[in-house]
């Protein structure tokens, strides 16, 4: 299995769900920040052009929740495989990959990406995502005071989906502990061994970002 990744949120949740499965997997870079998402050979594989990308065996598989899915069905763990459970998951997943994407993705990309990049800013994008992440994590901050994690009282791979948005989140210093629970949330799952074993703490040191304000 070869998974062709970057060390950004989507490509974290499937190095994370690889960690907490313990699956042997060859773990290529797609370095974005150098354009290789765009080179003939990466779109004949992926052609939305996005990290990641999964090839098992020559099963290729893009969208990161999508290959997540498939981990939990092909290894049968940390994931729910009667109809009632499963759809509970997917129901999160898309969740996750419409609404908090959506609202998420304008102030992480503009002061993590970008200040890596020594981009300017889009600051009308950062203020449409302020506005909107308040409604996602509320969302999540009234579910995660009935569950522990996403599925309930055991970790799923439902939380790789999660937990790396929420993270990249944390770095640009959103004032996370406005909502306990998800903060509570977010301090469990970089608790875990897969945490480091997936490079997130490489992340969480490569884009460290000063807080201004
Ligand atoms: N819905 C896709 C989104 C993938 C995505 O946007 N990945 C980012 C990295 S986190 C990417 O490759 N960005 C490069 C680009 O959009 O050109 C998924 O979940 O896999």
New binding site residues.
């Given amino acids: 299995m070869k998974l062709y990744w970057?060390n950004?949120?989507?490509?974290q949740k499937v190095r994370l769900a690889l960690a907490e499965l313990g699956t042997p997997c060859e773990v290529e870079l797609v370095d974005?920040f150098k354009g290789q998402?765009r080179t003939p050979g990466y779109l004949a594989l992926n052609p939305s052009?996005?990290?990641?990308t999964l090839d098992d065996n020559g099963f290729i598989l893009?969208?990161?929740?999508a290959i997540v899915a498939y981990l939990g069905d092909r290894e049968r763990r940390l994931w729910p495989l009667d109809a009632r459970g499963r759809a509970d998951a997917l129901r999160w997943m898309f969740f996750q990959?419409q609404h908090v994407t959506d609202a998420l993705t304008g102030r992480v990309f503009n002061m993590v990406a970008k200040a890596k990049l020594g981009l300017p800013p889009d600051h009308d994008a950062i203020k449409r995502s302020n506005e909107a992440i308040p409604g996602v994590l509320a969302l999540l901050e009234g579910h995660l005071a009935k569950s522990r994690w996403m599925l309930g009282d055991e970790f799923s791979l439902v939380d790789c989906c999660y937990l790396p948005g929420l993270n990249a989140l944390a770095m640009t210093h959103y004032h996370l502990k406005d909502y306990p629970k998800v903060s509570a949330y977010l301090a469990n799952g970089a608790e875990r061994p897969s945490w480091q074993a997936a490079g997130m703490i490489d992340f969480e040191r490569a884009f460290a970002i000063p807080k201004t304000d």
């Fill in positions: 970057f950004s949120p989507n490509p974005l998402n052009g996005r990290a990641p893009w969208e990161s929740n990959s």
